[in-house]
């Protein structure tokens, strides 16, 4: 009996860990992860560990699909409005275009 359940385990973690590198799309990719780390918890489980198998339960199934739903929804949002002038700053807001001294220069016709 041990033996088919480590076995049917180890089966359930593969076939998550495919379906994770598989997915394209960042969301369905972190459901996918956090589908894995809950295949992770019950391997850990089975295999009698149960303080890695609360570990991998909070950091592999919540928060590390978490943080990836949060990146990318940052990233496709794209950077704040109003802000500070620093990294990622638009040049339409105001500021030079690149690539200009930032004169303005008189058109001729």
Do not use: Y
């Amino acid at each position: 009996m041990d033996e088919a359940l480590n076995t049917a385990a180890l089966l359930l973690v593969a076939a998550t860990a495919t379906l994770a590198v598989l997915c394209r799309d960042p969301e369905r990719q972190a459901v996918a992860l956090s589908v894995f780390g809950l295949a992770l918890t019950v391997l850990f489980l089975v295999l009698q560990a149960p303080d890695v198998a609360l570990a991998q339960l909070v950091v592999g199934t919540a928060l590390t699909p978490l943080l990836i739903l949060l990146t990318a929804r940052k990233v496709r949002r794209g950077p704040a409005a109003g802000g500070s002038g620093g990294p990622g700053e638009r040049a339409d807001r105001g500021g030079p275009e690149p690539g200009t001294s930032g004169r303005r220069t008189r058109e001729r016709r």
